[in-house]
């Protein structure tokens, strides 16, 4: 029998680009998880009057390179955290870096906005924010 090459998503790290000119890109603070992203496929109706046996038709239309979600332990003061709302309010495009924490350190860039940004306050718990970037561009993959 072999041995899994599964690994467990602790050390997987989110990172903000600052946009200078070469870019740098700062890791996001606290992140408890993250989802995403959720590509899909559109499927484009091509069916038309001479469809072969009443059946329709279908084309692959564009991909929707999906959202990402992270969750955070929130922390008010942390920069890296509140960059990501400044980008949210001024609706600035960034370019983001996933870097997993395999042997290559494999990293998906893309570019993307910050759409949501949910803080959860429970009484006796940590704070927590759930934090959306939609992806606009394509995932790139080093």
Known sequence: MGTTNAMIGYGTLLKRGDGANPENFTTVAEVLS????????NIVDATHMESPGYTQEFLPGLIDPGTITLNCAFVPSDTSQSNL?????????RN????????????????????????TAPINDRLTADISIKVTSVISES
Do not use: E
């Open 85 to 93: 709302m400044s980008d949210l309010k001024n609706r600035t495009k």
């Open 34 to 41: 993250c989802t995403g992203p959720n590509l899909s496929l």
């Open 96 to 119: 983001f870096q996933m870097v997993f924490p395999d042997p290559t350190n494999t990293t998906w860039g893309f570019a993307g906005y910050v759409v949501g940004w949910a803080v």
